[in-house]
Every structure is written in C-alpha cells, then in structure tokens.
C-alpha cells in the first residue's frame, strides 16, 4: 500500500470493524472544544476565504513563533512540498522516505537524486556534501516517515550550512514534530538566518487529528515565502480551517495531554515489541513504529492481523525496505494492548 488508512480496501477482508494501525493519527482525537467551533464555522462557508489569508498566517506565526511574513500556508503539507518541487532543479530524497517526495518530482519532470540512510537509518552529512548543486531541493522528514528518527540537531545544523553554501534549498518536512520529545526546535534553530533557503513544514493533520482540514503550514524566508505564493493555487486553504486555526494552536491543554500521553504508550509499545524473537523493533520518535518481520513477509502479516480485526501498513512501498517491513501507528492503550497480544500469536508461529 501507497498510503495507510485505506480502509475501504481492506474491510472486506475482515470479519468486523478493523482498527486501524496504518495511519499515524493523534489517537486522543479532535480537541473537543473544535467540534464546536467547526460547527460555527458552517456558517461562513458561503464565503471566499481571505486570498491573502492574512488572519490565518498571523495564528500560524503566533502558534510557530515566527513572524508573518515568513509563513506559507496550503492545503496539507503536500501541496506546500508540490509548491517547492516545481522551482527547484533537482529533487533529493534519502530512502526509505515519504513516497510524495518523489512522486512531486516525477509529476513536474524533475530529476530524482536518491541517498541512502545507513545501516541505522542515520543521516551522512558528507554524502550530501558530495552531491548537492545550486538550486536543488533537499527533503528530509524530521522525523522520517516510515522510520520514526529525528535528525540530531548537529547533523541538521551541519546540513542546513552545506545547503546553504551551495544555494539549494533544505525543506524539513516536520508533519510529527509534536510527538517527538523535546530536544529542539528547528523554527527557533533557523530564525536567526531569516530562513534563508529552508523551509520547515508542519500540519494540523497528524497531531490534532484532522487529516480531513487539510491544513498545512510553515516557516521560509521573505524570498522564498513569496516565489512559492506566486505559483500556488488560490483559495487553497478552506474557510472552516481558516476560521478554527486560533482555536486548534491554543488548546494547551490538548498539545500537553497528547505528548504526554504518546511518550507513555511509545514506551509501552516498544518495551512489550522487543520481548518477542521474531521481529525487529526499530527506534522512534514519532507516534508509529518500524518493525522487521525475521521469518514472515508483509503479506502474510498483512492478513495475520486482518484475521484479528487490525490494520498494519505494508512498506514495501518504500523504497529499499522490501517486503519483510511493517509499521504501526500508537493508538489507544486498549488497542496498543490488542496489538501486542496479535503479536505474541505471531510470534508463535
């Protein structure tokens, strides 16, 4: 599978409602008190979002800490990661990664450039430095999608100054920064560079579990901020996500719970995974984990937990992980249980 929570495909497959531990969504929810400013907001779907959004970039700067001017908004991350793909020359990818990286290369007939993590999925700054030009654009998943790592913040800092000697452009793709720990944050790393060829992207998607807003956000410099609006679709941005975007960044309440509560069950996860000899549990940051299958592939696997009544996802769809890969997302500590005790059937066999 391309994509995880596809459900529709996969229902029939089941004997009763799957759970679905393909899509790596806040497991707490919508915050409560948005279901009733999303109701509020129906109202105002009979009018135009502000073109500019100027109302919506000013939440955005106060929620990121950064000023105005430098916030681009879009309809998910994607088309902000699409935006950028179509000014650059080159697109570089490290893999496995987020399959769209390169899918909005291949779309705007750009040439893919594609590095390989190491044997830890780790980053080699001097890989980079040996292949990248002027004008190329750089992804990286901070953390990365499928392997859940964050890059250390001397490594980014490292790369962030490679691509900049060399006029590229760096584009973190930050989607789960939320439910990392806390160890820096990159928008207060690069402020003090004004941006200047990055870009950091984060979305309401993941953390505060609305897929369906398909709200995306971010800090670039003035330059850049204004070259990408410059090709991007009018009135991307849907009026309800403008009109709830206050509401959704000052629920600190939520934003605590959430990170709290995804640390607990991460660990949970990964100390109950790592009893069992017939997988590998990989290390993550994010609120999903990789798994190697030692003596199973991901179709076996894949219907293993259909049986049960649960959704994993497959990842032979990224690149250079084949088909002894699963990763599931962090759901609720009922399901995680649920999870884990499929796995020990697993395990026996």
Known sequence: MEHGADIETFQGFSKGKLIDFSSNINPLGIPSHIVDEIN???????????????????????YLDCDMENVIVGNGAVEIIDSFTMIANRVVVFIPSFSEYEKRARIHNKEIIRLNF????????????SIIQPNDLLILGNPNNPTGLRIDQNIVISIYDIVRKNSATLLLDEAFFEFCPVDYDSIELFKQNNFDNICIIRAATKFFALPGLRLGYGCSSIELVEKINSIMMPWSVNGMAESIAKYLFTDEKYIVDSKTYIKNEREFLLKELRKLSNIVVYDTDANFILI??????????????????????????????????????????????????IFKELNKL
Do not use: M, Q, W
């Not at 992980?321 to 009922?334: C, E, F, V, W």
């Open 40 to 62: 509020d907001s129906v109202g105002k779907l009979n009018k135009y979002p502000d073109i500019k959004y100027r109302k919506l970039k000013k939440d955005v700067a106060s």
């Open 292 to 341: 190697k299958l030692l003596n199973k592939d991901e179709d076996y696997a894949l219907h293993f937990f259909l049986d049960r009544g649960v959704l994993i996802r497959t990842c032979s769809s990224f690149k250079s992980l084949g088909k002894d890969h699963i990763r599931i997302a962090i759901k609720s500590h009922y399901e995680n249980i649920a999870v884990v005790n």
């Open 118 to 129: 190491d044997n830890n999925f780790k980053i080699n700054v001097e890989t980079i430095a």
